[in-house]
């Protein structure tokens, strides 16, 4: 082999001589470790947060074994790469790799960029050890080709309304008129398509991503739908028969009514809720449960759990055949909450797992009368119009009239010199308020809930503007 490459550079290049030659091979003559790396990025259609492949491929071509032999990778230009450090293997081990003279190994290290936008990372990958023989051949240089920024994607499909609820798409089931939405560029961020009179959408151009999302809104009739996965848009068109499944809303088949046995309770006093659930529909609704308080504002009647039997959250096995009704009586207590608000209740979800929360809700209110407190606030106009309130801008020496909802005056008060006024002790509960100096107040935030302590979070502000 030696002989043969070397009558053949001889015979390319005659000029040479034979101690010139003798000269040119210094590598061969050098003593000691000598590691040789080459890189390479695998070839992808690359997103943001996919993890890339490069292929290293280290040997020792030294007659000595090398030791503390480490990887690493250089960023040159284009995007930032991140590269997983563990996927260096032994070369990021504590004492570095160990090889052997002739041996050689294939690492595939993995990175990944944030964006697409920056241009393809150009790095330098090195791998060495001290004591080399010969440092030039312990680079390799590689660029991670990565797709273009300006690549779209088609994205198609069908959205149906599963009628016979088998599952799938059967014929006559598409959906016409509904707005399909891919997430996109623009103010909106989002594309639309009406869908055609088979349920048909597409959209011919969307932005590449690792995570597109889309949906349907408008869906007509009230058929319901989930959110479905996001999509990986990378331009190979892999998103071109997407079949989207609505299914009829839960409340179609059940319809839900609360009661309470009284009007008015006392903080601490038991409640009892009819509940009749009935099942409108024409076959049998099952896994039903109640989820109260869905608000989360912690007013309402405190249910255990157990009261709801089958219909718990915890057990989720209601069951109402056609036609008929199941009646739950329930009792809570009305917690001290309720007393400082003046008011408590019961509303509750009646729900299955597979109804993609489409089931009915139901609430009955009552009062919890008693509970006093002063209202306390202030009234400001934004003289300099920077969204805050400075110094001098309170309305002041103001009268403000506070009524019930249905318009009954229940206190008039005049703001001081910074616009606070107070209303002092107030049965707790919603009010009306109007001005009658020189300002007017958005009709919409004419309101104010007045709250007992603890709960009361304080004074209130109202923005008005000059009438
Ligand atoms: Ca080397
Ligand atoms: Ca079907
Ligand atoms: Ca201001």
């Known amino acids: 082999m030696r002989r043969t490459s070397l009558r053949a550079i001889g015979v390319l290049t005659a000029a040479f001589t034979v101690a010139g030659l003798a000269t040119a091979l210094p590598a061969y003559a050098a003593t000691g470790p000598n590691i040789k790396v080459t890189a390479k990025a695998q070839e992808g259609r690359w997103l943001p947060g996919d993890a890339i492949p490069i292929e290293v491929t280290v040997a020792n071509i030294g007659d000595t074994t090398a030791s503390q032999v480490r990887g690493y990778a250089h960023r040159e230009s284009g995007g930032y790469f991140i590269v997983d450090e563990t996927s260096w293997g032994d070369l990021r081990s504590q004492d570095g790799a160990t090889y052997a003279p002739g041996e050689s190994r294939t690492y595939t290290t993995k990175g990944s960029v944030y964006t697409l936008n920056e241009g393809n990372p150009v790095l330098d990958i090195e791998v060495s050890g001290p004591g080399e ?14 797709l273009s920024p300006d690549t779209t994607d088609r994205v198609a499909g069908v959205l149906y309304g599963d009628r016979n609820e088998d599952g799938k798409l059967s014929p ?25 009179a088979e349920g048909r959408f597409s959209f011919d151009a969307v932005p590449v ?34 079949e989207s499944r609505a299914i009829r809303p839960l409340t179609d088949s059940l319809s839900a009514k ?6 008015t309770y006392a903080v601490g006093e038991t409640a009892t809720a009819t509940v009749t659930l009935t099942n ?20 309402g009647l405190e249910v255990p759990a157990a009261q709801w039997g089958a219909f718990s959250y915890v057990n989720k096995a209601g069951k109402i055949a056609p036609g008929q009704s199941v009646v739950l009586k329930v009792a809570g207590t009305v917690p001290a909450r309720a007393g400082a608000f003046g008011e408590t209740g019961l509303d509750c979800w009646f729900d ?34 920077n969204y805050r309130f400075d110094t001098g801008e309170g309305a002041a020496n103001t009268t403000v009239a506070l009524s019930t909802t249905d318009k009954k005056l229940v206190s008039l008060a005049k703001t001081d010199a910074n616009g606070f006024l107070t209303f002092p002790n107030v049965a707790v509960g919603t009010y009306r308020f109007s001005i009658l100096g ?30």
């Open 352 to 385: 299955n797992d597979n109804s993609l929360s489409s089931g009915p809700y139901a609430y009955q209110n009552a009062k919890v009368p008693g509970a006093r407190a002063d209202a306390r606030g202030q009234i400001w106009y934004d003289k300099n119009g």
């Open 280 to 299: 409108v529909g024409a076959r049998e609704v099952a896994g039903i449960y109640a989820g109260c308080d869905p608000g989360g504002y912690e007013r």
């Open 209 to 242: 991503g690792p995570s597109i999302y889309w949906h349907f809104e408008k869906i007509p009739d009230g058929w319901v739908t989930a959110y479905p996965p996001s999509l990986r848009l990378d331009g190979s068109g892999q998103n071109t028969a997407l």
């Open 133 to 146: 023989a010969d440092y030039s051949d312990n680079h390799s240089r590689i660029t991670v080709g990565l």
């Open 172 to 196: 006559g089931e598409g959906l016409a008129g509904a707005e399909a939405r891919v997430s996109g560029p623009g103010p909106s961020g989002y594309l639309t398509a009406i869908t055609d």
């Open 258 to 263: 609360i009661a309470l046995d009284k009007t």
């Open 438 to 467: 020189p300002w007017r107040i958005n009709e919409s935030d004419a309101t104010v809930d007045v709250i007992a302590p603890p709960y009361n979070p304080g004074q209130w502000t109202k923005h008005v503007v000059p009438r």
